[in-house]
């Protein structure tokens, strides 16, 4: 049962602590908006995680087979989504700083945290690459192939804590960064970063 437990928490570790695109995306929101609306999305993309490890026990070599041909597509999908967004905060950005006064609330700090939910839950889910990661991870173990009911539900559960975890230290790292770009230049600034990573990671996940 420990073993499982370790084992779902570096999963878990493994799959959530490499920056990609949506986790700028979050700490970007989340800096603008408020911790809750980003531990909102951290749940959102934790729950896209959890849900591909649970397939992923659960079908095994099955769901690598499906999810394959689809990849591609799925991978251009969210790379062309995280471009309108990467785009519409650097304009949001922009035009803030030409207007030379302080930002007037945009849609972005009006999103909800339900809204903000949903969308993370989406981007998240777009990328098939937590499924064919928990796959390889699965198949790769004889042990877990193995285990008893009680010891995958542990396993999950680990790796599912430790995904949220590293998420919503995300979305705290953004909470605390938000208090130093209240300005228009700083607006203007994290906009233009926050939009050329979100392009770039986006780029690199639907080439890779």
Request: hydrophobic share 55%; proline share 4%.
């Amino acid at each position: 049962m420990f073993d499982s437990a370790v084992a779902g928490a570096l999963a878990g570790y493994g799959l959530a602590i490499p920056v990609g695109a949506v986790a700028v995306l979050m700490i970007n929101l989340t800096a603008r908006t408020s911790f809750r609306v980003g531990a909102a999305a951290a749940i959102g993309a934790t729950t896209a995680d959890a849900l591909y490890a649970v397939i992923a026990v659960e079908g095994g070599a099955a769901v690598a087979t499906v999810i394959q041909p689809f990849s591609e597509p799925l991978r251009w999908i969210a790379f062309l989504v995280l471009t309108m967004m990467a785009a519409r905060i650097a304009l949001a950005g922009l035009r803030g700083q030409k207007r030379g006064a302080v930002q007037a609330p945009t849609e972005e700090a009006a999103i909800s945290p339900r809204r903000s939910f949903t969308t993370f839950l989406a981007l998240t889910a777009l990328n098939p690459w937590p499924a064919l990661y928990f796959v390889a991870l699965i198949l790769g173990q004889q042990g877990l192939r193995n285990a008893s009911g009680a010891e995958t539900v542990v396993y999950i559960v680990a790796a599912v804590a430790a995904s949220a975890s590293w998420q919503l230290l995300l979305a705290g790292g953004g909470a605390v960064f938000g208090r130093f770009i209240t300005g228009p230049r700083g607006r203007k600034a994290t906009a233009v970063v926050s939009s050329a990573l979100i392009f770039g990671l986006g780029a690199h996940m639907a080439l890779g």
